[in-house]
């Protein structure tokens, strides 16, 4: 039985590989997919890419764990812990959330003027390397099926 990760916001889907960030890039958390918010000064709304409790949740960063006990890493940019002032909090840790819910509000240009990557890589935790399946590519939208494991 597969489980389908939907994409947490509007962007380019791109693969992990593409990731300025060698953990990410060669998927030692887990597999998943990235998504490259578009370029705008405008605030983006990081949605639930799955239903389920918030296990750990950061300015840059949230863990939700499923129902199933599938975990799903959400980082928002690359380098950008400890930048709190980038992002305005949706939700709180311990929450129990559905799909679509906010998490997060960042604007990707704000993350981008400091010289680092605003790509949004999701993960499911501990999946194995090259285990993302059905994997979007190119534009997507919130909550559209961005991939399955």
Excluded at 65 to 91: C, N, Y
């Amino acid at each position: 039985m597969s489980t389908e990760i939907l994409a947490p916001l509007q962007g380019r889907a791109i693969p992990l590989s593409e990731v300025p960030d060698p953990v990410f890039a060669a998927e030692m958390v887990g597999a998943g997919v990235a998504i490259e918010p578009p370029d705008t000064d405008e605030p983006i709304t990081v949605v639930a890419p799955i239903s389920g409790a918030i296990v750990k949740l950061h300015p840059h960063a949230a863990v939700i764990l499923s129902d199933a006990g599938i975990g799903v890493l959400l980082h928002v940019g690359i380098d950008t812990v400890g930048k709190t002032d980038l992002f305005q909090m949706q939700a709180a840790e311990g929450d129990r959330i559905e799909v679509g819910q906010p998490l997060v509000t960042f604007s990707p240009n704000a993350i981008r003027r400091l010289g680092l990557s605003a790509a949004v890589p999701v993960v499911v935790m501990d999946s194995a390397p090259g285990s993302a399946q059905h994997a979007a590519s190119g534009a997507v939208t919130a909550g559209q099926v961005l991939f399955s494991i």
